[in-house]
C-alpha cells in the first residue's frame, strides 16, 4: 500500500511538466523547417536568434532571455544573427562589426538602450562611431572594421540564411537549423523560453547517435 501511496505522489509531481510539454503544439507554438539547415555548434543544439536593434519586442525581450541563458542547458549554444530587411542592414553590419572587434559583450545591451531608452537614432556609420566613442572604445577601429570586406561577407551570410530560413519578423529563433518559433507564435516571452526548453530536449533526442 505504501508502494502505492508513493507512486500516485510521484505521479503527481511530474504531472504537470508532463502537461506542460504536451501543452506544446507543433503549429502552433512551433513549426517544423521543410528545409533544414546546418548549423555552426558542432555537437551542442544550436539556437539561434534573428533580431534587430531597432526592434521594441527585441528590446524587451532581451532581460528575459539574459537571465533564460545563464541556465541554458549545457548541451545547447546560443548564436545571434541580425535580421537583413533593407532597413536593417545597418544595424547588421553594427552587430557584425562589434563582434569582430570583441565588444558586444560591452555594447550590446548598452546600444539596445540607447536606441529605445534615449531614442538615438543610431541608423548611420557616423551616428554609431560617435555611440562607439563614447563607450570609451575606438571610432577609427569601429569604422575600419564596420566597412571591412570581413564585416561584408558576414552580413551576406546573414542575408542567406534570413532568406534560406524566411525569417519575415524578428525576434525569431530557430532550434538546430530545424525548429522555429517566436513570441507571438508561442503566447508571450516567458512561454517562449518553455518552447525553447522543449525544443533542445526534443532536438538532441532526435540527433543522430556518434
Known sequence: MKRLIRMFCVG????????????????????????????????????????????????????????????????????????????????????????SLGVTAKVHEVFFGAVHEKRRALDNENAIADFIAEQGL?????????????????????????Q?????????FVVDGRYLTSPGAAGGDEQMLKVLDFLIAKSARERPRR
Request: glycine share 4%; charged share 20%; with cysteine.
Open 164 to 172: 534560406d530560413l524566411n525569417i519575415a519578423s524578428v525576434p525569431t
Open 12 to 99: 503527481l509531481l511530474l504531472l504537470p511538466a508532463a502537461a506542460r510539454a504536451a501543452a506544446i503544439e507543433e503549429g502552433r507554438h512551433y513549426q517544423e523547417l521543410p528545409f533544414p539547415q546546418a548549423v555552426e555548434t558542432g555537437a551542442k543544439i544550436e539556437v539561434r536568434e534573428f533580431f534587430w536593434y531597432g526592434c521594441p519586442h527585441c528590446y524587451s525581450l532581451e532581460p528575459v532571455l539574459s537571465r533564460w541563458l545563464k541556465k541554458l542547458s549545457k548541451n545547447a549554444q546560443f548564436v545571434r544573427t541580425p535580421g537583413t530587411a533593407p532597413r536593417w542592414m545597418t544595424h547588421a553590419q553594427a552587430f557584425y562589426a562589434f563582434e
Open 138 to 162: 575606438s571610432a577609427k577601429d569601429f569604422r575600419q572594421v564596420f566597412n571591412s570586406f570581413g564585416v561584408s561577407l558576414r552580413v551576406e551570410r546573414a542575408k542567406k540564411l534570413n
